[in-house]
């Protein structure tokens, strides 16, 4: 079972995209007590139709994403509260964790203590370090004076304020922060994963549930926009997913009369892709 809110959720967004997935109006809808099927729908003549809903997720990535989360939201909470930007030399810095550096709460006041000490003694040596005047930057790995900061840090880097020109002022919030998150990725890393799911369901469901007209899967992209590798890029679009999708199930459905991707964050005007049985889209 998923999470119910979520689901009732992706598939309230689903029929507002495709209000005539199943080929007919939807009178009404519910998630019934007992699964499957994840949603079920009344059509306007009758038609039982029910929908398995599942993610398209690389669980691998998502597994890594959240530990690092984890960790960087630890370290947010022992900095509380953190304070405005008043130092003379440095716009923003970089907290570079250790791996499973999640901060124990018996370490949290000494870190900030630290913390804040070392942005003072960068911030008063800053005129006086050659190699961190800009386009440079102070990368501080040293940490034997600092112990608490060692357990959880390998580097904090200092940007300069005088290289941001008239937008650095001071005062401001959200200095002490973290690196970009970027990994090296290709879409067929993601591409793998929908496979994998349509692979699963098909696999796990060789009938229709007893007491539907119709069974539908409907593979939603939502959680991984914000833990996994992007899909998109510059030659590769969600409708190429979508097409491969649809070539790897070719004429083995399983129990599905109809799979459906549905990708809500999509910018262009296609959310609703139809991989079986296939249309002009998703078509190879």
């Not at 003549?45 to 630890?74: F, H, P, R, Y």
């Not at 190699?131 to 940007?159: A, G, H, I, M, N």
């Not at 001071?170 to 994963?193: D, H, N």
């Not at 060789?206 to 939603?220: I, N, Q, T």
Request: net charge negative; charged share 25%.
């Amino acid at each position: 079972m998923g999470d119910p809110a979520a689901e009732k959720n992706t598939f309230a967004a689903f029929l507002n995209a495709a209000p005539a997935f199943a080929g007919d109006k939807i009178t009404n809808w519910s998630r019934p007590k007992q699964d499957p099927p994840d949603v079920l729908c009344t059509t306007e003549t009758g038609l039982q139709v029910g929908l398995e809903l599942t993610g398209w997720l690389d669980n691998g990535q998502i597994t890594d994403a959240k530990a690092i989360e984890a960790i960087e939201q630890s370290i947010r909470k022992a900095i509380r509260p953190e304070p405005p930007n008043h130092t003379e030399h440095i716009h923003y810095a970089w907290l570079r964790t250790l791996p499973r550096a999640r901060i124990k709460p018996t370490d949290e006041g000494a870190f900030r203590a630290e913390l804040l000490k070392l942005v003072d003694e960068v911030d008063s040596r800053w005129d006086g370090e050659e190699e961190w005047q800009p386009p440079q930057r102070c990368c501080w790995t040293d940490f034997s004076r600092y112990p608490t900061l060692e357990k959880y840090l390998f580097q904090v880097r200092f940007f300069a304020r005088s290289a941001r020109g008239p937008s650095s002022t001071k005062g401001g919030q959200g200095w002490l922060t973290f690196p970009c998150k970027s990994r090296s990725y290709s879409e067929q890393s993601m591409v793998e994963a929908l496979l994998a799911r349509l692979r699963d369901k098909i696999q796990k469901y060789a009938a229709r549930p007893d007491g539907l007209s119709e069974f539908h899967l409907l593979v939603h992209y939502d959680l991984a926009l914000e833990y996994n590798s992007p899909v998109e890029t510059l030659d590769f679009k969600f409708a190429d997913a979508a097409r491969a999708g649809t070539k790897f199930i070719g004429d083995d459905p399983g129990a599905f009369d109809r799979i459906f991707l549905f990708v809500p964050h999509n910018d262009e005007p296609q959310k609703v892709f139809q991989l079986y049985p296939p249309t002009a889209t998703t078509g190879v």
